[in-house]
């Protein structure tokens, strides 16, 4: 879209998210060329097999079941359905993607959504401890809803990310007291490829019951790779899928892309790409005098601009305006993705 | 796949479906153009609002709500939630998809199907009055769920048809018992390009309160697009449709397939192909002696095959087996799809 | 009530069914005479104690877990929700009470019921095995409702009685595909001291993952005692009954009824004036040469009244009508209850 | 129960909760009287249709619909279910019972409660006016739940109540987004004898879409009233009532006890009697220097006790432990009830 900015055209500029364009070109030419081929449905066929076994490789663990879904949304609320029972509900940071944006998914499968109180996206240790001693210390806890899962997101809605040693607390935790965990990998490459995180696949097939690799928000037109490391305790969880109406019917068009995203490492190569651009942009920003709010070091940036600095650049450039900083400011976030080109990072900093 | 039969090198042929090849060309065209393009989510992008106003249009009315989803037991469970109040269940034929073969999608949303008798997989107009007669004479009928929502499929699953009086009449039931009427068109192009059919798009609309025109089925690589005629009843269907997570982040590849499909009647046109091969298909069978179960106007034709038959021909072509029709004899469905050759149909009858 | 027949002014008789009168005049005195105690809440009070010991012992289970609940649709939802896994659905008689008069409960809390020909209310072993044997072998299998436990009632609603033998092919066959068998005992009482049964409450907690004694329509004002003989398997089973709106606040209530019951056998005594009473009757209406639909040995008999005969008979004497028979005859049910009197029934012979 | 404290033996007081003892006399007779008799079953009978009209009067609302129903949980549950479109959540103070004590039962049912931060139990109308505008200015609340209700209870979980113009205020923000206003009044009787308090069940009546008048707690066996004041709008609430289990099958026996509280003023006058009771109890403490942590003009006092002493008062008294007040001293509630006598009270002061 071009726009007319005091008589320069230019082209408008979007970061308001890391799903605004298709899919990795090779994706694409995967699509294409087996267009006409005629597959067995509901991920039966010989793509997603073969990308089932790449998952388990890259995971390490050669036991886990793997399903392909098609959106976050879905694959949380199957996953947390599956995973619960009647009594029990999932333990979510208040900012959690569960607790707020998931249009009550969760709820309508059954179960509440414990809240606690994040920090910077996360759940600490300490605080999901704090909460879960004080629950079982509680006389009334038979007349309350019964933890039964923690859902963490990684990177979190904040683009902050757990230590290895945290989600290993946090297993620790879950497991003292027999509840499941959960982690909810929507923008999964970008946390995997940070600047410094020691977190790994295989780390977080060790550590959860139940992951999922996103691939809407990395490099896939749509897909989301569930990783069930332990199956033997889910019953029956393709016909879960089902009733959820999570079960795509041209399944292979899920395993085509997970295949194609997992040969060569190209989910980790895109998703560098996203954190490299971004760390730019930051840089960029910082350089010019602008403040963060939170730093991270995944492909979302929280700037804080003035009011009137934000109205201005909004009309060159779209981003997700956060939260009020104070009376005067405002956090916004610029989003990077596996497709962000460095020449649209620098045409970003030449305006701000 | 080639196949080997005593010496003959062949490519093993597939009916089993038609969901079984991705899209039609023009559809992978589209996608691959506008890849890089940056597209606002949701649904909320200009090409979704295109292929409403086309698809408005199409059914004759301006005022409809158009949703894109992307399948058919997501879309069914999603409307069908949103359209019924708590005590109400939803009647359909004991053969209905969602009575079988959706896993309890619509249970899970807490509503009880309602089973009727079917004919040939439709649910005859006086079969559903007397049902509603009976039941509102019924002393008990408080205790009993209360029928909301009649679901019929058009095609239905045994590739049968109503006609447009037959509609007419099941609307005029309804609206007497005032409750909805919906119809699954997982197959819809492929009813509406059926010969001496006299059922359209306008009719559809006129009669019933939700409908889907299917996609996934019809040339798309996936997507459904549920029509709500009259939508001031139904409340928030937005956040429904998240809730359920069937909200596609990049819907924006939904409405760049329906765009596609109801561009110069893409979608009518690569339905009458489907018609026009499964009638060949059909006539060769008749031709070479066989008898057919039911005859239908439709993609689907089911054969009364010899089951010694059946085997042999299970090396050489894959169809889907439907019910024993005797001791001797099974009865199997061939389907046809927008994509199915003249030449595959010739291959297949040289065969039988 | 008194009626005015034609000069004779008699009193109005019931006999619609068990559940009209109050409760058994020593629990009404049990409870008058508590009336001022102080009671903790919720079944954690000593008279509840006294007759979870009580059942156990009388069911020869020492380990069970015995809940209390207030009625029938309550305790079948509950104990059915507790479970069964999402996928799974609970397989009962076409005629079964969760299948018709429930007003949806089960689907409400998210699970399909799965209907069954029934063969006088009961589902007979063959067609269960068929059943299973069937669903089993269906390639689609995983796209429908898993089969996840057998409900049925014992009496049925047709009266009709299990023999031992059947409820342990029924065991066996569950046994077999890992799946509940559950028994809802509304009349419980009544079937126990049938003439000619073989069934007791040691032979059915031997048989059943779950079942209940049911009260309120034997003795007590309210009240189900729902008894889950091996306990491990089934989570948080108060908090899923508070879920359910099914813990009573005063708890003791239900535990000096079933104390009370299950003292010096009153249960059992109270349930044989009902079979006895109910015997009698059926001899007189034989004697009379009326014909009977369903031979029980229960306290719910069905006759075939000539429809004019019914309309007469209505003016005195209220009963159930069950179903049409032909067009000049209908089925009626009389029942008797622990509180029916001899001269009841000998002023309903004199009437007929 | 005696206890023998230091050679003086002594009873043991119970002052935990309001619904410890049974019902008050007059209905333990009515029950008596009528046990014999045979009436309809699931409140069709003459005595739930005089006790309605009585309570229809008494709230000056006489085309409500009326139902009475078990407990509160079920009350709740049942009410919000039937109100809710399937999209929106129910708001309620963190504090709501609904948010914390009822084991999730709103979310079983498939809905959100979203929680606002308490005012001593209360939602205060400026916090609820915030919450809705900025609901409503939030870009992204098409993907959140959807407000359609607001729960208050009256008296709080702490005793504390709304004035008439807070209710009213209420009502006007309620109406003006078009979410219902629903009351759980599990202890109105407390808070409409209260000292002071301008509400009256006719101002409650005009301000609620619907709300229940508590029986439990407050005179009955069990049993709450619901009230739907303007019925128009609720689709089958008897099957709603039946499909959650709710539907008593000797619904007489709550219409006997509501039409026994509903004469002559009886709840009205047995609930001064608590009243006033926990009045002097409060006096009592006060007098003897005990800190009150919130005055409350109800029947729950909460006071503030120092460790060592709460201890040994739990020898001779039990109360309910609230929440730590600092690491010396703790808030526990002492409750009256319409059977409290001025001895227990006088026996309690004599030993604190």
Redesign the interface.
Same mark, same amino acid.
């Given at each position: 879209m071009k726009i007319n900015i005091k008589g320069n055209v230019m082209e408008f500029m979007?970061f308001d998210?890391d799903?605004?364009?298709? &899919?990795h070109?090779s994706i *694409?030419a995967r !699509?294409?060329e087996?267009? /006409?081929?005629?597959?067995?449905?509901?991920g039966l066929d010989r793509y997603s097999e073969s990308a089932k076994e790449k998952i388990r490789a890259a995971c390490g663990v050669p036991g886990a079941d793997v399903y392909f879904l098609? $959106? $976050?949304?879905?694959?949380?609320?199957?996953a947390i359905?599956?995973l619960l029972?009647?009594?029990? %509900?999932v333990i979510a940071a208040e900012t959690g993607h569960i607790s707020?944006?998931?249009?009550?998914? !969760?709820? &309508? $499968?059954?179960?509440?959504?414990l809240t606690l109180p994040q920090s910077f996206g996360k759940i600490l240790p300490a605080v999901l401890r704090d909460y879960l001693k004080k629950f079982y210390a509680d006389?009334?806890r038979?007349?309350?809803?019964?933890p039964g899962m923690v859902y963490i997101s990684h990177p979190t809605e904040y683009g902050t990310l757990y230590s290895a040693s945290e989600l290993q607390e946090l297993r620790d935790i879950c497991r003292k007291y027999e509840i499941a965990l959960y982690l909810d990998g929507a923008r999964l490459g970008y946390g995997l490829m940070a600047d410094g995180t020691d977190v790994t696949l295989p780390l977080i097939a060790g550590c959860c019951d139940a992951f999922y690799i996103g691939g809407?928000?990395v490099g896939a037109? /749509?897909g989301e790779a569930l990783v069930i490391p332990r199956p033997e305790k889910v019953?029956?969880l /393709?016909?879960?899928i =089902?009733?959820? %109406?999570?079960?795509?019917? =041209?399944g292979w *068009?899920l395993g085509l892309q997970f295949d194609t995203l997992f040969t060569d490492r190209l989910y980790f190569k895109i998703s560098a790409n996203a954190v490299r651009t971004a760390k730019k942009l930051e840089e960029g920003f910082k350089l010019h005098g602008y403040k963060i709010f939170i730093g991270t070091d995944t492909n979302q940036k929280f700037i804080i601009l003035e009011n009137e600095k934000m109205r201005e650049l909004a009309k060159m450039v779209s981003f997700s305006?956060w939260e009020q900083f104070d009376d005067k400011h405002t956090v916004v976030r610029f989003a990077t993705s596996w &497709?962000t080109t460095d020449e649209e990072v620098a045409r970003l900093l030449e305006i701000i």
């Open positions: 979007r998210s799903y605004m364009e298709g &899919a070109p *694409l !699509i294409s087996t267009n /006409f081929e005629k597959n067995t449905g509901y098609v $959106g $976050g949304t879905q694959t949380n609320s199957t359905s599956a029972s009647p009594a029990e %509900g707020v944006h998931e249009a009550g998914a !969760i709820e &309508a $499968g059954g179960h509440k959504v006389g009334t038979n007349h309350m809803v019964q809407t928000k037109l /749509f019953k029956h /393709f016909t879960v =089902k009733q959820h %109406g999570a079960l795509l019917a =041209k *068009l305006v &497709a």
